[in-house]
């Protein structure tokens, strides 16, 4: 397999495109309330990315 194949079958999902609706969520509230009152929106948001297979 060529080298660019190979790079193209060993892509995964970026972390900054994964989980959208919580990412949104969480940013939006971080933005509006602060970080500290934020916790539960933070978590959901680390639990989808965990879902995907990131290490956080």
């Not at 079958?9 to 971080?30: G, I, M, N, Y």
């Not at 959901?44 to 995907?52: D, F, Q, V």
């Amino acid at each position: 397999m060529p080298k660019e194949e190979e790079k193209k079958t060993e892509q995964k999902l970026k972390p900054c495109c994964a989980c959208p609706e919580t990412k949104k969520a969480r940013d939006e509230c971080v933005i509006e309330k602060g970080e500290e009152n934020c916790k539960s929106l933070i978590e959901a948001h680390k639990e989808c990315m965990r879902k995907l297979g990131f290490k956080i």
